[in-house]
């Protein structure tokens, strides 16, 4: 009794500290807003004002809910207006249906972005299609990026981010759509468009303390209809197979061969399915018309706006309940609450001081010409800062600033917080407290989880036999093959048919669907067709965990920035922070150095000095960057005396009493790592040379980078022939006078 006493009174303090949580909705100044009953159709001028400021030159935010009809009410005024435009799109399954709804040329997977803005005044196309857009003229052009908040949460795909960010500037206007505002720079708008929609969905929203696998399923068998939003696929599978439901799975591998992922794209419904269970694939965007869902399971999320996005893709929903399970750890920071803005300016402030103080250090080899040399870096840094090749100078990543600070600030929330958080756009949510998993059902899944391994490496096996007919794999299923797939075919006397009677023969088809080897497979194609790896390399590296395969490659990149500085001194960018960085281990901690963690620590904090205190290597970090550059060797010592034959750094020894059989663990630096030793670990046979190769290429691309004037200006070979005219132009004067 007491205990449950104690329980309703902590809760009740939880919930009154959480109040606090209400300083985190978004705040800002409409400009213009509209009160519709359902559509935007229904007010069209603040599209048309919108479309309008934005061809003036200006940056416009609009907001409206989810479901409201915002892609169709700006793609139609558009095309009325016969306004150059690009529709940007998070994903290829917003594209994909976008362009079947709306009947507009677009770019996604294998669809070029240059053919889709040939083909008409409007195009939509992902975030990674603007890559190809880097030099293509857009003065012309406005550019809607439809919801933009994806920018602020889907930090890990930060190349696109960028290249999206790139192309905005070529633009002459701009218009931001979202339904969620929370984590936007709303000072950076011109001008902001609000719609309230009057008649909403009916939302029944409960929060669970834990993940239970059992409380879902139970969940699922008492619905109609129903879908679930989880990131891991394998708990996914272990749902479908414990349900009475046709359902089926859909993640980003496989959506290509799911039927229920066709219908969704193709009609907006989800005919002959009662569960979809779906990762992040399907989220904002992507409309879901089926009036018999009654509960939407999100597992695994704290995000409020990537909740409230995914809640929103079922239309035509009078009420629906939704159940949100997560995990949740009671520490001391998960009970305070702050202002996240205040914390982002922190965090602003912090990266402008890191900004100067690495800019200043880059200006050291300012020249007045154009070339600081090859911007290649021997490992990578997680820094609120980034080096812009465009602008040759660093920058601070304000999108990873602002996505960082809010996901950590989300998944440190205690479930009273996220309660509070999510009331901004759900009415009254309710806690439930519930039992975690029973030590059965987790035996139960654990064992799962194992039968599913061994599947998977069985059929890795049986696949490996035919790996030279699984060489663009997906290409041949959907019948549009690229340049580099016909150029490897045709060289190996391959022809579409051949692969395809393979697949028939073998069951190919379902041996990938069955142990969802998509993955591997995809990871194969692409190191023999972009890598131009051998079959045997690419099919080695494709398997591996994907720690050991980005060592790999580490080590790779360690390696050709070496050989560049060996060979062309002048030609690399050594004022880069990560190749100071570098520098400083290579010199001070580098071969014959032994250490301990207690000196990898001491390395780490002199290293906060070049990298600013918020950003130091940790020594776990430092310890694998140490072993993806040099060859360590270790050894366990149990006596003071073995430890006096060792050269530490800063010559400061281990301070260890032995008492009976401990052991201490010593590390030395005996080498760099070689093109053998990688080849080594690799296993490969002597006569591939297919990495030495593809290591070659990737030298001359990145010399080509640089062209010749640049190369002889760096290599100080123009200040040599300017002396060599000076001093023939001195001689030819005495010539005269004599």
Not at 8 to 13: D, G, P, V
Not at 588 to 595: C, H
Not at 605 to 618: F, R
């Amino acid at each position: 009794m007491k205990n449950n006493i104690d329980k309703l009174f902590k809760n009740e303090c939880d919930l009154e500290r959480a109040t606090g949580e209400i300083e985190n909705y978004a705040k800002f100044e409409r400009q213009e807003t509209h009160k519709i009953k359902k559509y935007i159709d229904e007010k069209r001028s603040g599209v048309y004002n919108a479309i309008a400021r934005a061809t003036a030159g200006e940056m416009v935010l609009l907001i409206a809910e989810t479901g409201t009809g915002k892609s169709y009410s700006f793609i139609n005024a558009l095309k009325k207006m016969n306004i150059k435009a690009l529709f940007i799109l998070p994903n290829s399954a917003n594209v994909e249906q976008a362009m079947k709804e709306y009947n507009v040329p677009g770019a996604y997977d294998l669809l070029p972005a240059m053919k889709a803005l040939k083909t008409g005044d409007l195009a939509v196309m992902t975030w990674d299609k603007t890559e190809q857009l880097l030099d293509a003229n857009l003065k012309d052009y406005i550019i809607i990026v439809d919801e933009i908040h994806q920018t602020y949460t889907d930090s890990y795909r930060s190349k696109a981010i960028k290249n999206l960010n790139n192309i905005v500037t070529k633009c002459k206007g701009r218009i931001d759509i979202t339904a969620t505002p929370t984590k936007l720079e709303f000072n950076s708008y011109d001008y902001i468009v609000e719609y309230i929609q009057e008649k909403n969905t009916k939302y029944d929203v409960t929060l669970y303390n834990n993940i239970n696998l059992e409380k879902i399923i139970e969940i699922i068998n008492k619905s109609e209809n129903s879908a679930v939003l989880y990131n891991n696929k394998k708990e996914l599978k272990y749902i479908k197979e414990s349900v009475l439901k046709k359902s089926d799975i859909i993640h980003s591998k496989n959506k290509a061969e799911s039927e229920l992922y066709k219908r969704i794209m193709q009609n907006s419904d989800m005919k002959g399915y009662e569960l979809l269970l779906n990762t992040t694939t399907i989220l904002a965007g992507v409309n879901i018309k089926n009036k018999d869902i009654t509960d939407i399971v999100v597992a695994g999320f704290k995000d409020p706006a990537t909740i409230k996005q995914y809640v929103a893709r079922f239309r035509d929903l009078k009420s629906v309940r939704v159940h949100i399970f997560n995990n949740y750890e009671d520490t001391e920071a998960s009970n305070k609450v702050y202002e996240v803005n205040s914390i982002v300016n922190i965090n602003f402030k912090r990266a402008n001081k890191l900004k100067e103080l690495y800019n200043e250090l880059n200006n050291k080899r300012a020249t007045g010409f154009e070339t600081v040399g090859i911007d290649l870096v021997p490992f990578s840094i997680d820094s609120n800062v980034y080096y812009s090749t465009k602008n040759k100078c660093y920058e601070i990543d304000k999108l990873f600033i602002i996505s960082n600070t809010y996901a950590r600030y989300y998944n440190s929330r205690t479930i009273a917080s996220l309660k509070i958080l999510l009331e901004e756009y759900f009415k009254d949510v309710k806690i439930e407290n519930i039992e975690e998993q029973d030590e059965k059902r987790k035996q139960e899944i654990k064992e799962y989880k194992e039968v599913l391994k061994e599947i998977k490496k069985a059929t890795l096996k049986i696949l490996e036999e035919n790996k030279k007919y699984l060489v663009g794999y997906e290409q041949i299923k959907r019948g549009s093959k690229d340049f580099n797939l016909m150029s490897h075919l045709n060289y190996n006397e391959i022809n579409e048919e051949d692969c395809k009677s393979v697949y028939i023969k073998h069951d190919i088809d379902y041996l990938i669907k069955k142990a969802d080897c998509y993955n591997e497979i995809e990871l194969f194609s692409k190191y023999v067709l972009e890598n131009n790896y051998s079959l045997e390399l690419s099919w080695k590296l494709a398997n591996m965990g994907n720690n050991k395969r980005n060592n790999i490659f580490k080590k790779i990149n360690n390696l050709i920035y070496r050989e560049l500085k060996e060979e062309y001194p002048n030609l690399v960018n050594d004022n880069l922070i990560e190749v100071v960085a570098y520098n400083y281990i290579d010199k001070l901690f580098g071969v014959g150095t032994a250490y301990t963690k207690y000196n990898l620590q001491e390395l780490s904090d002199d290293l906060a000095v070049i990298l600013g205190d918020d950003w130091k290597l940790a020594i776990n970090k430092l310890g694998t960057i140490l072993k993806n550059i040099f060859i360590v060797k270790v050894k366990q010592h149990r006596n003071f005396e073995a430890l006096e034959n060792y050269l530490y750094y800063k010559n400061n020894k281990p301070n260890i009493e032995f008492i009976g059989n401990d052991r201490i663990q010593i590390n030395k630096i005996e080498r760099y790592i070689t093109i053998e030793d990688i080849e080594k670990e690799l296993k490969l046979e002597k006569g591939d040379l297919t990495l030495r190769n593809a290591i070659n290429i990737r030298k001359k691309k990145l010399l080509n980078n640089l062209d010749e004037v640049e190369k002889a200006f760096l290599n100080r070979e123009l200040d040599e022939e300017l002396k060599i005219r000076k001093e023939a132009k001195l001689i030819e004067q005495l010539e005269i006078c004599i």
